[in-house]
């Protein structure tokens, strides 16, 4: 666990709905006070929660509104007393990040490039550094619910708000968790009752995929390398490949390999299918994410297997190592920095708010073809869905 650390931010205690105290009118030269959320909220006709939204640059206000409450800021002089509204919301500042760490043992694919807790990561930094808070982050085990439970809770403590990614503890957990803490769950369930979820759209993404593999490419063999089951984005993308398949007559899931989202379990899933009859090798291979894919790749190709010619290899996320590797890989772009940066903004509204009714959010995906599905040497960009 580390953390990084900027300056405390001005933060405002007026959206607690608490009368105005001491602490919140400023003294300024001479004997009279300053104007507070309040005086603010009652100029502008507004509640003191769209004025702390406005303060804190959240989004959810109407840009009329917002012009209209900068405007009586200013011509209040309104000065927020970031450390003593702090200290009366009892606010830490910090947001904490729960993932999990390498599920796999790592090859240069985990070591040289961005992977997708990374690129989650750059989002949520770049809306702390609006309002310059910091952030806690925590990397757990993913094979124990129990421990993993324990150490939130232990976080929980020392934050304003929990961003959690995958599916790290039970739903059970995750109420008992939500409780105390605000939550927001990054590719979580969308069924999850307890949280927010903000998550790309997989099932389009993948469905994009796979119709591409069988309307273009006439691929109707076609074998998966799974995410973990405990991922929920991993299952999304695994039941949209079957229910696909079973939209085209004379396709069929030629087998299935239950991966870690590593490089690694793509070539031990090749390694599985090498087994097999030469006749009975399937056509193309759809793989989870795309170090996955990498590996699957590289392994074919050792065995002297040719890409795409003889097996198409497909992947999902979109890393920038998939441009690298021959032949390119064709993947479903998913937005993984805006995955934080969306996910950080609902959870610092929930925190400013927490009655907000629960949210649920997809972004959309975005089919990127190159070469290891069988196409030719170009690069182009089809929406995957959004929902």
Known sequence: MYSRRCDPTIHDAGCSGRPPTGSDRLTGFGSSPASTLYDVAHEAGVSTATVSRVVHGYEGVRPATRQRVLKVIEALGYIPDGAAQSMARQRKEVIGLVAVESRSPDTDVEQEGLLFIEEVLRGVEFSLNKIEWSLLISLLRG?????AFRRMQKVSAKVDGLLITEGIVSSEQLALLAARTPIVLIAGSPDEPHADVISADNGAGTRALVSHL?????????FAIAGPPEAPDARERRSALTQTLADYPGTRLAGSFEGRFAAMSGQLAVRDILT?????????????????????IRELQMAGIRVPADVAVVGFDDMHAGTLVAPPLTTVRQPMRLLGERACS????RIADPALPRHVERLPTELIIRESCGCGGHQSGQPGGAQ
């Open 276 to 296: 097999w009859p030469r006749s009975e090798l399937p056509d193309a291979i759809v793989c989870g994410n795309d170090q996955m894919a990498i590996g699957a």
């Open 214 to 222: 069988v309307e273009q490419h006439g691929r109707t063999r076609l």
């Open 143 to 147: 094979d124990d619910q129990v421990a």
């Open 346 to 349: 609902r959870l610092l509204e």
